[in-house]
Every structure is written in structure tokens, then in C-alpha cells.
């Protein structure tokens, strides 16, 4: 589970000027610890002598160069980001944005704005002496150096960002670690959920959105103050409003007075879904992008195939055994969470592509070759799962496709047509 500051440094990643703003602060500060050096005496007479006019020459031709290089860079990130919406799904812009490499290029390029401004207006002033020169000449040496590596490591990085492939890439990725964190507390380190169990008070959302993140732990903290259990009934992804019960408080009848809104409070309420504590919104997202790609006016039938390939990999990642020891153990034997739903888990992730590729025979039969694969994993709940879809898909495909010869193609390769001959 994300603790919260985790989650919070995750959201901040997704900001443009969080990681400028700290390097532009870093490149002030040493700028001007360029002048300590001068402090020591001795450092003078031992540094060799640089001039003051060659440093300002070089800060002045970064200063002039490194604005026109960071309005390119931002312009750059801006198409990138706009192909992501346009080519994939606008739902993968957040991950696109967040792109650590490009964040670091920009933010480089700035800090070597400001540091440059303040290093030349520093030493137009004689705010440095013989050391100091010397040491902002080492500065300055060090950040011209960082700039030119970034800037070609970074122009081989912005030729992939946003491009279809990547993009399905880095919603794999991050939808791999959303479902990794959840296989090792597929409960959120809570005890499994009781359905039978319909008793407490209930407790429902104070706005309507997308529930983003479930703090368990202040659930737990004021489960014990209370001396009752709370059962969460909502998990992150659920679109939420207030007649939305999140949770049934259950407590003892001489318990003291307890507010709804400490509960409520700790579900994280907003507009969008996010992928860091909601695997089902990776699979959203890339049911999409198939979708997108299988829409008569992109007729992309490769690119819904090479989803598929994805999502095959994400359902047998998740149905993959544990290591022994990886599962994590029961931190708050006051709360009951539901576990994610394998049905729901498919619905999400297949149903755009069986509906919306039933007309391509080479789609068909990808669907059809992942429910196979899938059925076949050793997962009871996704082997069901997989025999309900590949019964889904073999109907779209007899009303989508012509021919009786593509459609007897499909059914010989349904899970479901063959478990039918099996049980017969």
C-alpha cells in the first residue's frame, strides 16, 4: 500500500514546476557559495588565476542560449504531450507529463538560466574575489558540461515521448506497479472483506468524484478509539457521490459519539483516477488506446493486437504465485477490505476491443488466443473470466464478420466453444 507521502510525492511528480523550481533554488545557492571560497586566504595564493572577463564571457553566452534552448524544450514537451492525447488516450497524458527525463531536461536547462543570470550579476558587481572567480569558473564549467549531456540525452528521449508505442509502454509500466503493490496487499494490509456482513452505520462520500486513495491507517487509529471495525465497501477508482456509501462503521453501543466525517476524510475524493493505487484504471486506459486505434478513422487493427499482448502479460503478472514471504501482513485488524474482482478486472480491460475489433478477423482471433492464455494461467477466478469473454467475443465476432469461413476461423479457437466439447 502507498503510504501518504508517497502518494503526495507521486502527485507532485506530475507537476512541471516542482522539479524547475528546486533546481533554479539549487543554482542560486551555489552561485553564490561560489564566494565562501574567498573567505580562505590561502585558497588565493594556491588556486590558479582566472579571469573575471572569460567567466562573464561564458556565463553571458549560457545565459543568452540556454532560454531559447528551454523555450525549445518546453515546446517540444508540449507536441509530445498533445500526440500522447491524440495518438493514445488523453487519460495517458499524466504519465507522459510525468516523464522523469524530460522533467530533468527542462529542469536542468532552467537552473542553468538562473544560475548563469546569477553568477554574471554577481560577478559584474565584484561580489567575488580571486578564489571565488576561480571556483564559479569551476561551476560554470561543470553546469555547460551537464547542459550539452542532458541536452543529447534528452533530444534521443523527446524523439520517443508521446509516441504511440511509448505511451502504451509507460501505462503498462505503471499499471505493473499498481497491480504489483496490490498483489502483495491485495487487501490494503486489512483483513478480507466480509459480504455477508451488511451491519453499521454508513458512512457516504462528502462529493462526487473518483476515489484516488483509502488511508487505511487513520481508518485503523479511529477504529481503536472507538472500539468498533469499519468496512470499506469502496476501493480506489470507485466514482463516488454523496448517497455513496463508502464504508459501515460498526461499534458498540455504549461507544462515544464518533464524527462521519473522520471517516470520510480519509478517502481521497477528486476529479480524476489515478494509477498508483487503482490497477483497473491501467487497464482502462489501455482498452482505450485499442479502442482508439480500432475506430474507423485510425483502422489500426496492429496496435489493438499489440494491447492485447499487453494486457496479456499485466493478467499473468497478476496471476503469477507470490514469493514466499512477499505477501505483506495484517496491519489493521480493524478495517475489511474487499479485494479486486478478476470479473471486473476483464470487463474493463477486453470489452472495447471484443466490441469494437468484431469486424477484424486478425483481432478476433488475438482476443480469442488471449482468452486461451489466460484460462490457462491456473487462476480459478481468471480461467472463469476468460471462458465468460471468449463467449462474449465469439458473438461479436459472428454479427461483425462476413464471412462464414472467418467466423468458423474464430469459434475454432473460442475457450469456450472447447470446454463445451470437453464437458460433452
Known amino acids: 500500500m502507498v503510504s501518504r507521502a508517497r502518494f503526495i510525492f507521486?502527485?507532485?511528480?506530475?507537476?512541471?514546476?516542482?522539479?524547475?523550481?528546486?533546481?533554479?533554488?539549487?543554482?542560486?545557492?551555489?552561485?553564490?557559495?561560489?564566494?565562501?571560497?574567498?573567505?580562505?586566504?590561502r585558497l588565493a595564493t594556491v588556486l590558479p588565476r582566472v579571469s573575471a572577463e572569460s567567466v562573464e564571457s561564458l556565463l553571458s553566452i549560457m545565459a543568452s542560449s540556454m532560454l531559447v534552448i528551454a523555450t525549445f524544450a518546453v515546446a517540444s514537451m508540449v507536441s509530445a504531450y498533445a500526440s500522447a492525447s491524440t495518438t493514445a488516450s488523453p487519460r495517458s497524458f499524466a504519465l507522459v507529463i510525468a516523464d522523469d527525463i524530460s522533467q530533468r531536461a527542462l529542469s536542468t536547462f532552467i537552473g542553468a538560466f538562473i544560475f548563469s543570470i546569477v553568477g554574471l550579476t554577481a560577478a559584474k558587481n565584484g561580489f567575488f574575489g580571486g578564489a571565488g572567480i576561480f571556483v564559479l569558473f569551476l561551476f560554470t564549467a561543470f553546469v555547460f558540461g551537464l547542459v550539452i549531456l542532458t541536452f543529447v540525452y534528452w533530444v534521443d528521449r523527446i524523439a520517443r515521448l508521446g509516441r504511440l508505442g511509448n505511451t502504451v509502454d509507460q501505462v503498462e509500466e505503471a499499471?505493473?506497479?499498481?497491480?504489483?503493490?496490490?498483489?502483495?496487499?491485495?487487501?490494503?494490509?486489512?483483513?478480507?472483506?466480509?459480504?455477508?456482513?451488511?451491519?453499521?452505520?454508513?458512512?457516504?462520500?462528502?462529493?462526487?468524484?473518483?476515489?484516488?486513495?483509502?488511508?487505511?491507517?487513520?481508518?485503523?487509529?479511529?477504529a481503536?478509539?472507538?472500539?468498533?471495525?469499519?468496512?470499506?465497501?469502496?476501493?480506489?477508482?470507485?466514482?463516488?457521490?454523496?448517497?455513496?456509501?463508502?464504508?459501515?462503521?460498526?461499534?458498540?453501543?455504549?461507544?462515544?459519539?464518533?464524527?462521519?466525517?473522520?471517516?470520510?476524510?480519509?478517502?481521497?475524493?477528486?476529479?480524476?483516477?489515478?494509477?498508483?493505487?487503482?490497477?483497473?484504471?491501467?487497464?482502462?486506459?489501455?482498452?482505450?488506446?485499442?479502442?482508439?486505434?480500432?475506430?474507423?478513422?485510425?483502422?489500426?487493427?496492429?496496435?489493438?493486437?499489440?494491447?492485447?499482448?499487453?494486457?496479456?502479460?499485466?493478467?499473468?503478472?497478476?496471476?503469477?504465485?507470490?514469493?514466499?514471504?512477499?505477501?505483506?501482513?495484517?496491519l489493521y485488524d480493524r478495517i475489511m477490505v474487499p479485494e479486486l474482482s478478476v470479473e471486473d478486472m476483464f470487463d474493463d480491460a477486453f470489452i472495447a476491443i471484443e466490441r469494437d475489433g468484431c469486424a477484424s478477423l486478425e483481432v478476433a482471433i488475438r482476443v480469442q488466443k488471449a482468452m486461451a492464455t489466460l484460462a490457462a494461467a491456473g487462476h480459478a477466478a481468471m480461467r472463469q473470466a476468460a471462458l465468460r469473454h471468449s463467449a462474449r467475443a465469439l458473438v461479436y465476432a459472428r454479427k461483425g464478420l462476413l464471412l462464414d469461413e472467418d467466423v468458423a476461423a474464430v469459434q475454432a479457437l473460442a475457450v469456450a466453444e472447447t470446454a463445451d466439447t470437453e464437458k460433452g
Open 10 to 41: 507521486v502527485q507532485l511528480q506530475e507537476r512541471l514546476w516542482v522539479k524547475p523550481l528546486m533546481v533554479g533554488l539549487l543554482s542560486i545557492a551555489a552561485a553564490l557559495a561560489a564566494s565562501k571560497a574567498d573567505s580562505y586566504t
Open 224 to 330: 481503536e478509539q472507538i472500539d468498533g471495525k469499519v468496512r470499506v465497501v469502496v476501493l480506489p477508482g470507485s466514482f463516488v457521490s454523496p448517497e455513496r456509501v463508502l464504508a459501515y462503521v460498526m461499534a458498540d453501543s455504549d461507544a462515544k459519539d464518533w464524527e462521519p466525517h473522520v471517516v470520510a476524510s480519509a478517502f481521497v475524493i477528486d476529479k480524476q483516477r489515478t494509477y498508483y493505487e487503482d490497477p483497473r484504471y491501467g487497464l482502462v486506459v489501455l482498452s482505450q488506446i485499442a479502442a482508439r486505434a480500432l475506430s474507423p478513422a485510425v483502422n489500426d487493427p496492429g496496435t489493438a493486437i499489440d494491447v492485447c499482448g499487453t494486457l496479456v502479460r499485466l493478467f499473468l503478472f497478476w496471476s503469477a504465485p507470490l514469493d514466499e514471504g512477499e505477501t505483506a501482513e495484517i
Open 175 to 222: 499499471t505493473v506497479n499498481a497491480l504489483g503493490q496490490r498483489r502483495i496487499a491485495p487487501t490494503l494490509c486489512a483483513v478480507q472483506d466480509d459480504p455477508e456482513n451488511d451491519s453499521g452505520v454508513a458512512v457516504t462520500a462528502e462529493s462526487a468524484g473518483y476515489v484516488q486513495r483509502i488511508d487505511v491507517a487513520s481508518l485503523q487509529e479511529f
